[in-house]
């Protein structure tokens, strides 16, 4: 399953930033642009970005009430405020970590990834560094192929799954070869060493149900 976060922010043009970055990662993103909205999310999540200042009242008075249901979910700030006495306050308040906007989606997803629970943190099965590289160190490039990737994913491994299941292993090969270029792409690293495993022994039950693992993970 991708990570669940909860995203507040009011900015439109920040909440767009970052609401695509996050889903790039891969998550699933809730969001909410004030203290009142947040409150009235019934889902649990792994992780919450909250803005320091919301319409309604602050950050730190929003953690306060969210942690009165959910005491132990992480906690990160972001702030176009880059003073040590803002980053002190949302610390004292229960912040796990404070980011100054204006912030690249690069700094985003790594700091998610930093405090994301044990549990939760999925995020390593993408290579930022092969993403970044196949695609010139182009991070717009990058999210927009690994959204379109995750798009087509459940299709490609319905396909494997019935070439398995006819035995098929021309079409099984086939569809992995596909695959396999798709996730050096994308810096897929764990799905395209699975399409690897499952290529080289098409027969094997084992190798289909680690590519069937890898594939849940991101498909989520």
């Not at 993408?126 to 717009?140: I, Q, V």
Request: charged share 25%; net charge negative; aromatic share 4%.
């Amino acid at each position: 399953m991708k990570p669940r976060l909860l995203l507040v922010e009011d900015d439109p043009i920040s909440h767009a930033f970052m609401l695509a970055a996050l889903e790039a990662l891969p998550a699933r993103v809730d969001s909410a642009t004030s203290i009142s909205q947040a409150l009235r999310a019934e889902e649990s999540h792994d992780l919450w970005l909250i803005d320091a200042n919301l319409p309604d009242g602050s950050g730190a008075r929003l953690l306060a009430g969210l942690r009165r249901l959910h005491p132990r979910t992480p906690a990160l700030a972001h702030t176009a405020d880059p003073s040590a006495d803002m980053r002190r306050s949302l610390l004292e308040a229960g912040f796990a970590a404070v980011l100054v906007k204006p912030l690249s989606a690069a700094d985003l997803q790594s700091a998610v990834h930093a405090h994301l629970p044990a549990h939760a943190a999925r995020i390593g099965d993408w290579d930022e560094t092969a993403a970044l590289k196949a695609l010139n160190g182009s991070r717009e490039h990058v999210d927009m192929l690994r959204r379109l990737f995750l798009d087509e994913l459940p299709g490609s491994v319905d396909a494997v799954e019935q070439s398995f299941r006819a035995g098929d292993q021309e079409a099984l090969r086939a569809v992995l070869h596909k695959l396999r270029a798709s996730c050096g792409f994308v810096g897929a690293s764990r799905l395209g060493a699975a399409a690897r495993q499952l290529q080289q022994a098409p027969a094997s039950l084992e190798a289909l149900m680690n590519f069937r693992a890898a594939a849940d993970v991101l498909v989520g």
